[in-house]
């Protein structure tokens, strides 16, 4: 029996529920038999419309855990000798060979790599491996379609566990910021997002918007709040142009 709904916060030791063939428990949670307890202060996610849907205890705060197929974006911290060394915002170290970040042959004897990646640069990766036997746990590869050095934009800093409810359910929360105000927002799973919008303004308008889901991410009807503070945006966006005209 499943004893949370969805979006409900629960404490550490708050029974979540038993084992069952119509869900699945996944997340912060310890067990004791058959039976699934908060192992911290968690909201409460229930994904898929079909049996066994999936429950997901999410913590409300926490650093990002490392996948294999995360998105993360990164920045570079150290040129190596055959790559970089990347902060991906989670304890575990990151490297970007340089085979995985150009098609070309680099030949890392004589080449400067400070022309390929610089310190400082931002990059849009993909965790390609993780094993925590290595001395840089954390592989990563900009070498796929639309994954590379990002030069334009805002990064929005936040926390990984709430980056679940700013995408939203089947991206529904990242696409309305694409739909309304043709902003591009690409979410890396590690809490850093990257806004694009056709000006600054708008640009600003979104990252202060995606910190207003962090901080209210626990609370119901969280995407229709998101869409009127849209509307009214655009309305008074809209107002002040035709003033101006």
Same mark, same amino acid.
């Given at each position: 029996?499943?004893?949370?709904?969805?979006r409900?916060?629960?404490?550490?030791?708050?029974?979540?529920?038993?084992?069952?063939?119509?869900?699945?428990?996944?997340?912060?949670?310890?067990?004791?038999?058959?039976k699934?307890?908060?192992?911290?202060?968690?909201?409460?996610?229930i994904?898929?419309?079909?049996?066994?849907?999936?429950?997901?205890?999410?913590p409300?705060?926490?650093?990002y855990?490392?996948?294999?197929?995360?998105?993360?974006?990164?920045?570079v911290?150290?040129?190596?000798?055959?790559?970089?060394?990347v902060?991906?915002?989670?304890?575990?170290?990151?490297?970007?060979?340089?085979?995985?970040?150009?098609?070309?042959?680099?030949?890392?004897?004589?080449?400067?790599?400070?022309?390929? @990646?610089? =310190?400082?640069?931002?990059v !849009?990766?993909k /965790?390609? *491996?993780?094993?925590?036997?290595?001395?840089? $746990? &954390?592989? @990563?590869? =900009?070498?796929?379609?639309? !994954?590379g050095? /990002?030069? *334009?934009g805002?990064?929005?800093?936040i926390d $990984? &566990?709430?980056?679940?409810r700013?995408i939203?359910?089947?991206?529904?929360?990242?696409?309305?910021?694409?739909?309304?105000?043709?902003?591009?927002?690409?979410?890396?799973?590690?809490?850093?997002?990257?806004?694009?919008?056709?000006?600054?303004?708008?640009?600003?308008?979104?990252?202060?918007?995606?910190?207003f889901?962090?901080?209210?991410?626990?609370?119901?009807?969280?995407?229709?709040?998101?869409k009127?503070i849209?509307?009214s945006?655009?309305?008074?966006t809209?107002?002040?142009?035709?003033q101006?005209?």
């Open positions: 029996m499943l004893n949370v709904t969805d409900m916060i629960v404490l550490p030791g708050d029974l979540i529920g038993g084992r069952s063939n119509d869900y699945v428990i996944v997340g912060s949670v310890y067990w004791e038999g058959d699934a307890y908060a192992a911290t202060v968690a909201t409460i996610n994904k898929g419309d079909v049996k066994p849907m999936e429950v997901q205890v999410i409300l705060n926490g650093t855990k490392p996948r294999q197929g995360d998105a993360v974006i990164g920045y911290v150290d040129i190596l000798v055959n790559g970089w060394e902060d991906i915002k989670s304890p575990y170290s990151a490297y970007l060979p340089v085979n995985e970040a150009t098609l070309k042959p680099v030949d890392v004897v004589t080449a400067d790599l400070r022309n390929i @990646l610089n =310190i400082g640069d931002v !849009l990766a /965790i390609s *491996d993780f094993n925590l036997a290595k001395d840089y $746990p &954390v592989t @990563l590869t =900009i070498k796929e379609s639309r !994954l050095r /990002i030069e *334009d805002t990064i929005v800093e $990984p &566990v709430k980056v679940p700013v939203g359910k089947k991206g529904s929360m990242v696409n309305m910021f694409k739909d309304e105000l043709n902003c591009d927002v690409t979410v890396g799973q590690n809490g850093r997002i990257w806004v694009r919008c056709r000006n600054r303004r708008d640009e600003v308008f979104v990252s202060q918007t995606i910190k889901i962090e901080r209210e991410s626990h609370q119901s009807g969280l995407m229709d709040r998101v009127a849209i509307q945006y655009k309305s008074a809209t107002g002040a142009a035709a101006s005209q």
